[in-house]
T-cell receptor, first 112, second 116 residues
Framework: AQKITQTQPGMFVQEKEAVTLDCTYD???????LFWYKQPSSGEMIFLIY??????QNATEGRYSLNFQKARKSANLVISASQLGDSAMYFC?????????FGKGTKLSVKP | SAVISQKPSRDICQRGTSLTIQCQVD?????MFWYRQQPGQSLTLIAT?????????ESGFVIDKFPISRPNLTFSTLTVSNMSPEDSSIYLC?????????????FGPGTRLTVT
C-alpha cells in the first residue's frame, strides 16, 4: 500500500536558521514522484519542489532542497535561511501510477 | 506552472442546499483533480475528471453527492449537493503541469466552504 508519513506535527525554527522537515514513504512501485507543498493560513497549496524516483541528484529550488534517501525511503525537506513568511503547514506527497497521496503535514513556526 | 483560479473563494451555505465550485486553468490539461481538506486534516482526493468522459470517484465519494462536469480542457465544476455541516472543508482543484512538467501537480487557491 502507498503511504506517506510525517512524524512532526509541529516544528519551531529561529529566523535565518535552517530547518529539516521529515517525510518517509512506502511504495512497491519502482517509479514514483515525491512532492512538497506549503499551505499558508489562506488555504492555497503552493508547490515547492519535486523529486523523481530515478533522479540521481537531490532536487533544489531556491532555499528549498529535498534530501532524497531512496534506500531509507525518506524525502526530507530542508529550508535554508528561514524567513517569517515560511510559517505555514508543509505537506509531503507521493504519486505513483495512481493519484497524489498526502502526509498529515507539519506546522512550521518561524520565530523572530 | 499552470495558473488555476477557483470561484467562489469562500461561501457560507445552509444545510440541505448545493454549491457549485468552478475551476479555470490558463492552459489545456488532460486531467483535473478535485480534493477535499476537512478542518485540521490533510487532503483527500474526491475524483479525477477527464474531458469527454465520466469522472472517476475515489472510495467514499459518489456522483450523486459530488457531481462533476468537465466540458472542455480548461474548465471543470464540482457541486457539493444536499450539504451538511460535515461538508465544511476547503475544496481544491488541481492539474498536472504543462508539457514536459507533466510530472508536477499544481493546485488552485481553494474554496473555503462553511455549512451551517
Amino acid at each position: 500500500a502507498q503511504k506517506i508519513t510525517q512524524t512532526q506535527p509541529g516544528m519551531f525554527v529561529q529566523e535565518k536558521e535552517a530547518v529539516t522537515l521529515d517525510c518517509t514513504y512506502d511504495t512497491s512501485d519502482p517509479s514514483y514522484g515525491l512532492f512538497w507543498y506549503k499551505q499558508p493560513s489562506s488555504g492555497e497549496m503552493i508547490f515547492l519542489i519535486y523529486q523523481g524516483s530515478y533522479d540521481q541528484q537531490n532536487a533544489t529550488e531556491g532555499r528549498y532542497s529535498l534530501n532524497f534517501q531512496k534506500a531509507r525511503k525518506s524525502a526530507n525537506l530542508v529550508i535554508s535561511a528561514s524567513q517569517l513568511g515560511d510559517s505555514a503547514m508543509y505537506f509531503c506527497a507521493m504519486r505513483t501510477r495512481g493519484n497524489l497521496i498526502f502526509g498529515k503535514g507539519t506546522k512550521l513556526s518561524v520565530k523572530p | 506552472s499552470a495558473v488555476i483560479s477557483q470561484k467562489p473563494s469562500r461561501d457560507i451555505c445552509q444545510r440541505g442546499t448545493s454549491l457549485t465550485i468552478q475551476c479555470q486553468v490558463d492552459s489545456q490539461v488532460t486531467m483535473m483533480f478535485w480534493y477535499r481538506q476537512q478542518p485540521g486534516q490533510s487532503l483527500t482526493l474526491i475524483a479525477t475528471a477527464n474531458q469527454g468522459s465520466e469522472a472517476t470517484y475515489e472510495s467514499g465519494f459518489v456522483i450523486d453527492k459530488f457531481p462533476i462536469s468537465r466540458p472542455n480542457l480548461t474548465f471543470s465544476t464540482l457541486t457539493v449537493s444536499n450539504m451538511s455541516p460535515e461538508d465544511s472543508s476547503i475544496y481544491l482543484c488541481s492539474v498536472e503541469g504543462p508539457g514536459d512538467r507533466a510530472f508536477e501537480q499544481y493546485f488552485g487557491p481553494g474554496t473555503r466552504l462553511t455549512v451551517t
